[in-house]
């Protein structure tokens, strides 16, 4: 461990690096906006293309598969419109890789990019046609397949499926696990346009419809979003499958150690009572009882959203002959499992006794639910509502009361506490909010009392669910990293990614999400930093947030890799969760913005060259006795910064001398003496510190987000012109029953117009952010040298202070 000056110097290191307002922004990142398609089947090859800013010299990508055992390979193709900036890849993924969710980075010139999500499946998967926006132009689907799309602006998506009278499918959209910017919207229609279902995602839930074909016949399928947005970053994956479909299920969590009984509800649920369906959002659903246990469950991992990753949970997935349903989540309660006694009208309350976790619902508008136990004068009690982080519309509010009996007044309840919202752990540019409602409890004396819970939504039925702990406290937390700016634009919202040009700096920061009434302190380390990067080791008091400095020694060499943010407090240890923005927002109190969980968390030492290096050419570690003189021999390396260089220290306390070194020179000695009033060092100790200085340096940003743009606005330009070539060219055919090649072709420009001009003016929009974007600017960076270590002596009582 450090000693206790050094691990103060380098929390005060990243303070001061986060604090100052005069930090310059950092050098511009790749960034990975889109891969299209986001996913592929197990044992097959797949050609993907990425769209996004600061991707030249693109070499290859970079998936966390490695945990899992396996890797996903490939190589670039080639670009005709720019073979210089390649955005297409072929992807090998291998027979034995395990299906799920994976980090994907482009691997180029600046470094890795920032994450997308890409998902690998068993099962045989196609591509959209991107002609089908109408019914005579539906894309042939059956079940058994996995579609990857694009949403269209102003367009549906249209698939047509074959089925026999009775035949059972399930169909998904899956968005949010994608970090997909669509809002997934499903209808489907019979042939002659009645439609029989429809769904839209929401509550960190994919789009889901089922139906029993009624009769033999086509039925049209049509995909959206919600207000009609697409293009590159609105994809999807669509999963059409026979067999049983699980909105969700009752009890939400089990105890590990015990079979369960549960209540699943859904579509198509073999041996289910047709006269035990029950409505839920206007939509009939089968119920079944099971039996099962949560031992042997894999993991759910299928959330997209961050706090409910936080809620351990199992995946539970019905079999129905050679079918199994879609994944339903199985929580892991943390204590004994109680299920709500329904009371009716009379809202009569139930006896419990902690520890205990229980399983309810608002089954009524306006329901309260509430629960009575005895408890002595201090003892402590966690008192904890799960709802929405696993995936219910409930918005709990607690409320704590007294049971006070008096022979002539009866009853009497007093309040003694309440909590609602969890409140948002993150900040203005990475919000966290939760709706979820938790309070630690110390009992003021001996007692019942009585926990009511009300859905201030005041929605009721039958998905109404929530999980209520009472227990006693158990001190924990999870961790989030996000990739962080030294300094921010007003207002704005940007996509970063942890890059380091020799010499530079970039920052982590790290929210914790604290569990139990855990106030302790929490170390923070991160694993994997190639040679050449340090970070110093940080402590996170009580409070919610904290941020990782890193630096880049002015010789440390070309690297790309993935790290882990890690934290430990005593005996609990955690690996940070990642968190992403989907899309920038230029000014966040106009514009909306979505955060999501990544799958990875990259780092870079890129090749760029900073327009000035520190180097430190003697040593790294200086002893001075307080009131001597200590010179520091400083070299600077100019690679296009001129004039007067000024260097300054960080970290250090006090007021503390800089050095100038004049145009003209490359050197100078930084001179640290005491004697003056207020300067360092005034005390004994040990600190590390580092050497820094500012550069102003003339961004050209890359051309390759430009060229692809223009190339796709210039093909689709094309196509339009033929298209309107059919038409204009087109002549009635004197013989109307039997149609010409001309004509058919005139009716097919005609659908497919439309759809052209909306794309059109979709990438005309796009052509003028990215040049906006990619205007030549002036743009300030700081370099740092190497972490530099100084230790003060005392000064000896004989000798006379100067």
Not at 3 to 31: C, D, E, M
Not at 572 to 595: I, P, Q
Not at 628 to 647: C, H, N
């Amino acid at each position: 461990m450090l000693p206790k000056n050094t691990r103060i110097a380098a929390v005060k290191l990243a303070v001061l690096a986060a604090a100052i307002g005069s930090l310059p922004a950092q050098l511009p990142v790749p960034v990975l906006e889109s891969i299209f398609p986001a996913g592929g089947q197990a044992g097959t090859s797949v050609v993907v293309t990425v769209t996004g800013e600061e991707l030249e010299g693109a070499t290859g990508l970079v998936f966390s598969t490695s945990e899992q055992g396996f890797s996903i390979t490939g190589e670039v193709l080639p670009s005709t419109e720019s073979p210089e900036h390649p955005n297409r890849f072929r992807l090998h993924i291998p027979a034995n890789a395990k299906p799920g969710c994976y980090g994907v980075h482009v691997q180029c010139t600046k470094g890795l990019s920032s994450p997308r999500h890409f998902m690998v499946s068993t099962t045989p998967e196609l591509l959209e046609s991107g002609l089908n926006h109408t019914r005579e132009q539906a894309m042939e689907i059956s079940p058994g397949i996995i579609v990857n799309g694009q949403t269209d602006e102003s367009a549906s998506d249209i698939y047509r499926l074959e089925l026999k009278a009775g035949e059972a499918v399930r169909i998904s959209c899956e968005s949010e696990a994608l970090a997909s910017r669509v809002s997934a919207g499903l209808v489907l229609y019979n042939a002659i346009g009645q439609e029989m279902d429809r769904d839209r995602n929401n509550s960190d839930r994919n789009a889901q419809i089922a139906i029993t074909a009624p009769e033999d016949g086509s039925y049209f399928l049509h995909v959206s979003d919600f207000t009609y947005r697409g293009g590159p970053g609105y994809n999807y994956r669509l999963e059409v499958a026979r067999g049983p479909l699980v909105s969700f299920l009752f009890p939400p969590a089990a105890q590990p150690g015990k079979t369960g009984t549960f209540t699943l509800y859904g579509r198509n649920l073999p041996g289910s009572d047709p006269s035990k369906k029950v409505r839920v959002n206007n939509r009939l659903l089968d119920t079944l009882e099971v039996t099962t246990s949560i031992e042997g469950l894999e993991e759910f991992v299928g959330h997209g959203l961050i706090r409910p990753s936080m809620v351990q949970a199992r995946s539970y997935r019905l079999q129905s002959g050679e079918e199994n349903s879609n994944a339903i989540p199985v929580g892991i309660a943390s204590a004994p499992v109680v299920l709500e006694t329904e009371t009716g009208t009379s809202g009569e309350p139930q006896s419990i006794q902690p520890p205990c976790e229980i399983q309810g619902r608002f089954n009524r508008t306006r329901d309260v639910d509430r629960y009575r136990f005895e408890a002595s004068k201090d003892d402590e009690l966690w008192i904890e509502c799960l709802a929405q982080r696993i995936g219910t519309p409930v918005d709990p509010i607690l409320t704590i009361e007294r049971l006070s009996r008096d022979g002539e007044s009866g009853e009497t309840m007093t309040q003694v506490a309440s909590a609602d919202d969890l409140g948002d752990t993150g900040e203005r540019r990475f919000p966290l909010p939760c709706g979820d409602a938790a309070i630690s409890f110390k009992v003021p004396e001996d007692g019942t009392y009585q926990v009511s819970i009300l859905n201030l939504a005041g929605r009721g039925g039958m998905d109404q669910v929530y999980r209520l702990a009472i227990r006693e406290p158990e001190p924990g937390f999870e961790l989030l990293a996000i990739p962080w700016r030294q300094v921010h634009i007003k207002n704005e919202v940007d996509i970063l990614t942890p890059v380091l040009p020799p010499g530079g700096m970039t920052q982590i920061r790290v929210f914790a999400i604290r569990q139990g009434g855990f106030e302790g302190e929490i170390d923070l380390s991160i694993d994997g930093l190639p040679p050449g990067v340090n970070c110093p080791p940080t402590s996170m008091g009580s409070g919610r947030d904290t941020t990782l400095t890193l630096t880049a020694n002015p010789t440390a060499q070309r690297w790309d890799g993935l790290i882990a943010v890690q934290g430990s407090s005593g005996q609990l240890k955690r690996t940070a969760k990642v968190g992403m923005l989907l899309h920038r927002a230029r000014d966040f109190s106009k514009e909306s913005y979505s955060t999501a969980l990544a799958r990875s968390l990259s780092l870079s030492i890129s090749d760029s060259k900073h327009p000035v290096s520190i180097t430190i050419p003697e040593k790294q570690d200086y002893e001075i006795t307080l009131g001597e003189t200590l010179e520091i021999p400083v070299k600077v390396l100019r690679q296009g910064a001129s004039g007067e260089i000024i260097i300054r220290s960080e970290g250090l306390p006090h007021k503390h001398p800089e050095l100038k070194i004049p145009a003209g020179s490359d050197s100078g000695s930084l001179v640290i003496a005491s004697g003056k009033e207020g300067e360092f060092p005034r005390e004994a100790g040990t600190w590390t510190f580092r050497l820094t200085t500012e550069a102003t340096f003339q961004h050209e940003p890359g051309p390759a987000a430009v060229i692809h743009a223009r190339a796709e606005q210039t093909r689709l330009k094309t196509e339009e012109r033929k298209l309107l070539e059919d038409i204009q060219n087109y002549k009635p055919s004197t013989k109307a029953e039997n149609p010409g090649e001309a004509e058919l072709s005139a009716v097919e420009a005609a659908r497919r117009l439309p759809v052209l001009q909306s794309a059109i003016r979709a990438t005309a929009e796009r052509l003028k952010v990215i040049a906006e974007r990619k205007r030549a600017s002036s743009r300030k960076v700081r370099a740092y040298s190497i972490p530099l270590n100084i230790t003060i002596k005392p000064r000896d009582p004989a000798t006379p202070s100067g």
